[in-house]
T-cell receptor
Framework: DAGVIQSPRHEVTEMGQEVTLRCKPISGHNSLFWYRQTMMRGLELLIYFNNNVPIDDSGMPEDRFSAKMPNASFSTLKIQPSEPRDSAVYFC???????????FGNGTRLTVT | GESVGLHLPTLSVQEGDNSIINCAYSNSASDYFIWYKQESGKGPQFIIDIRSNMDKRQGQRVTVLLNKTVKHLSLQIAATQPGDSAVYFCAETGYSSASKIIFGSGTRLSIRP
């Protein structure tokens, strides 16, 4: 079991650029979550999917943020245009169901200058 | 890597002693609780979980206690080792399919040699 795989591991970009973060959940897991972690706000849930369908995106901060899950093995989180305040570590997690433990990837550290 | 909030509570424990990390949860309707461990530069890792129909659950060197009356959760680590140094999060969720997992702000565990 390779675990949840996120890419890239680090991303440095300039303000205004588009950023795409990628996630491959654990095979067979039906739920996928995107979290953001910062020093000031800790771990924040952005959006989660059940069976590839977005269930709750109330944590997505602005329309600049969007997430897709075109199939059971892939999800993206896109920020367009990016801003310095988006700098954070973004985690993807998957679980067998919404009431099972989450398995996290090692995150993407995003720096927007 | 960055992990948690600026004012993260810290617990300092002598190596070999037992550690107790506490968590107060907010939603009386939550019925599933999880403890996670996050090491520097990594995503949170599942440690142990407990459902609301239980008061106590034991794992390898770890015990979780749940007091629903006062909405309190604790994680006990026996014979603390240097590898236990990390930030520990409690998380809560409800059992419905529309529930989402909400993380606490975390506690940093520091081990003294």
């Amino acid at each position: 079991d390779a675990g949840v795989i996120q890419s890239p591991r680090h991303e440095v970009t300039e303000m205004g650029q588009e950023v795409t973060l990628r996630c491959k959940p654990i095979s067979g897991h039906n739920s996928l979550f995107w979290y953001r972690q910062t020093m000031m706000r800790g771990l924040e849930l952005l959006i989660y999917f059940n069976n590839n369908v977005p269930i709750d995106d109330s944590g997505m901060p602005e329309d600049r943020f969007s997430a897709k899950m075109p199939n059971a093995s892939f999800s993206t989180l896109k920020i367009q245009p990016s801003e310095p305040r988006d700098s954070a570590v973004y985690f993807c997690a998957s679980s067998l169901s919404n009431n099972s433990p989450l398995h996290f990837g090692n995150g993407t550290r995003l720096t927007v200058t | 890597g960055e992990s948690v909030g600026l004012h993260l509570p810290t617990l300092s424990v002598q190596e070999g002693d037992n550690s107790i990390i506490n968590c107060a949860y907010s939603n009386s309707a939550s019925d599933y609780f999880i403890w996670y461990k996050q090491e520097s530069g990594k995503g949170p890792q599942f440690i142990i979980d407990i459902r609301s129909n239980m008061d106590k659950r034991q794992g390898q060197r770890v015990t979780v206690l749940l007091n629903k009356t006062v909405k309190h959760l604790s994680l006990q680590i026996a014979a603390t080792q240097p590898g236990d140094s990390a930030v520990y999060f409690c998380a809560e969720t409800g059992y419905s399919s529309a529930s989402k997992i909400i993380f606490g702000s975390g506690t940093r565990l520091s081990i003294r040699p």
